[in-house]
């Protein structure tokens, strides 16, 4: 069974072209969000752009739009985005954008309309926080990064 919830959503003016987000397959869980660049911009290797989506959404109160990079501008072109996920929070009514990252070795050009991000909505917990003085002990305790894995030293 699929969870649903109703989302309102706005073009920015200028961006009737373009098409919606939406979902690419029955069973995927994000939906594909499309470039909103006037020209063509080129993300040279090691740099980053902030680009623009030409919507604005009105996220229910106690869900949030997770912006995730896509896996296949990962896979070929070493494209990420880097706030990821990035959180569009309910009471946000701006424009979307992703700060997309050029992790690759060549030049990447964003084109008007490319599938360059996907929004996952998911919902969120608020948590109550409570100071304690100790908290319970547990086998891992204060061990960090790479505690619980082998080492490949």
Do not use: W
Not at 67 to 94: C, Q, V
Not at 110 to 127: C, E, F, H, L, W
């Amino acid at each position: 069974m699929v969870n649903q919830v109703t989302l309102k959503i706005q073009r920015v003016e200028g961006n009737d072209d373009l098409p919606l987000p939406k979902y690419m397959t029955d069973g995927a869980s994000g939906m594909d969000l499309f470039s909103a660049v006037t020209d063509p911009v080129v993300i040279l290797p090691k740099g980053f752009c902030v680009i623009p989506l030409g919507i604005k959404i009105a996220v229910p109160e106690g869900f949030e739009a997770q912006i995730r990079p896509r896996s296949g501008l990962s896979a070929k072109y070493g494209i990420g985005l880097l706030n990821s996920p990035g959180t569009i929070d309910s009471d946000y009514r701006g424009e979307i954008k992703v700060i997309l990252f050029n992790f690759g070795e060549e030049p990447f050009v964003v084109n008007r309309g490319d599938r360059i991000a996907q929004m996952v909505i998911s919902p969120i917990v608020k948590a109550d926080l409570i100071e304690y003085d100790n908290l319970d002990e547990t086998a891992r305790g204060e061990g960090g990064f790479g505690h619980t894995g082998k080492s490949n030293d």
